[in-house]
C-alpha cells in the first residue's frame, strides 16, 4: 500500500507528507494512505504554477452588464411577472440552496457561521429558515430546502438542526450535502500536514456547489421531485429574500436560464465584487481585480459603469444546473494562515499568512452561459452581510438592518 503512493509523492515532490508514516497507527495509516489516493497531485501542481502567474484580466474584454431595476418596474408589470413566479412556487417546482461550507473566518465564531445567534437564541439558519416558512404560508407549499456544508462542519450543522427540531421545518423538505475539499500548500508548492497522519485540506469554495449537488444526488433529487428552478444564497445575509416569486417570473418570461439579484455598489471602492460582459459572457470581477479607473467610470446619469454588486442571490434553471456541475470551474487561490506539522513533526502556528488555500466562486458558473437576468433590488431591503465580527457587514450592522425591515 505504502509502496503505491510513493511513486506518486515522489512524482510530485511530496514524500514529506508520509515522513511521520512510521510512527502511525494502522488505522491512522489506512487513512493517510486512503486521503493521499484520492487527490489529484496534478491538479495542485498546476494550481501552484497559477500561483505564480499575474492576472489575465488585461487581456480580456470587459464591458459593463445591463441590468432591471425592480423599482423601476410599473405596479402592472410587477404584478404581471410576480404572478409568473408564484405560479412557479406554488406548483412545487421551486427548491433552495444555502452555501454554507465556509469556515467563517473573519467573523470568528466557533463552529458553523449559520448557528452564530444574530440576536439571543436566533441564529442565521433560523433566519433563513422562517424566510422559508413565510414563503411557504404564503404560497401553500413546502419549499425543498438544500444545505450545503464542509465536511468540516457538516456534522455541527446537522446536530445543530437535530437540536433546534428543524426549527420546526418538515425535516423530509431538509437535506444536507458536504462539498468537495483541496490540500492547502506553502509558498514552494509543498501539500501541508495537519497532524502527522493527515494532510491539511479546506473546503474547495462556494462554486464546488454545482458538482456537489450532482455527486451527493441533490441534484437527481430535485428532477424526482418536479424540480424546476433553484435559488441559491448564502447563510450570511440576514435580509435574504430566499422565494422572490419577482426574481422568478422575470426571469423565465425574459427566457433566461438563470438570474442573479443585484444591489448598486455604495462607492467606487466598496469591497463587493461587480457584474461585467467579459469576452461576451456574464461574469464578476472581484473587488481586488477591478483596476481603479475601471471603478470610478459613470455614465450620463452618474451610475457607475461596473456598479451591479454580486450578492449571492442566484437563480437557476435546472436545465442548467446539470450543464454547469460538469464544467470545470477555475479555482482562485487565496493566501490564508494555516497551522501546520513541519518537518521535525512540530506544529507552527501561523501568525501571518502561509499558505495556499484553492476556491471555485459561484459567480463563475456565470461565464458557462451566454447570458443571464440581472435584476437591481434595494440595498437596505435585501442585504444584511454578517462578515466581520466587528465594523462593517458585522453583526452589529446586520442587526440594524433586520430589525429596520422586521418591525
Ligand atoms: P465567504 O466567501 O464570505 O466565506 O462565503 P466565509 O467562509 O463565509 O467567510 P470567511 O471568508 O472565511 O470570513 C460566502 C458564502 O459562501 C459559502 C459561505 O458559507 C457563505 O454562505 N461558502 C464559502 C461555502 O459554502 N463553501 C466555501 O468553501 C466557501
Redesign the pocket.
Known sequence: MLEDVKEILQKYGQEHLIGFYDELTEKEKQNLIEQIKRIDFDKISKLYEETKKSNKFAEDKIEPMSYIDKNKLSKEEKKRLEEIGEKVISSGQYAVAT?????????GHHGP?GTFELFPGKSLFEILCDNLKKANNRYNIIIPWYI?T?KENNDDTVKFFEGKNYFGYPKEYVKFFT?GELPMIDTNGRILLETKGRIKEA????G?IFNSMIRAGIYADMKNRGIKWVFIG???NALLNMADSLLLGMTKDKGMFAASKTISKLNPQERVGVFCKRNSKPSVIEYSELPEEMAVMRDKEGELFYGEAHI?CNLFSIDVLDKIGKEKLPYHAAFKKANYIDKNGEVVEATKPNAYKF?SFIFDAFSTLDDILLMRAKREEEFAPV?NATGTDSPETARELYLKQNM
Request: hydrophobic share 35%.
Open positions: 452555501m454554507a461550507g465556509g469556515q467563517g473566518s473573519r467573523l457561521k450545503m464542509s462539498q473546503a474547495d469554495g462556494n464546488g448564502a447563510i450570511d449571492m476556491e462578515k
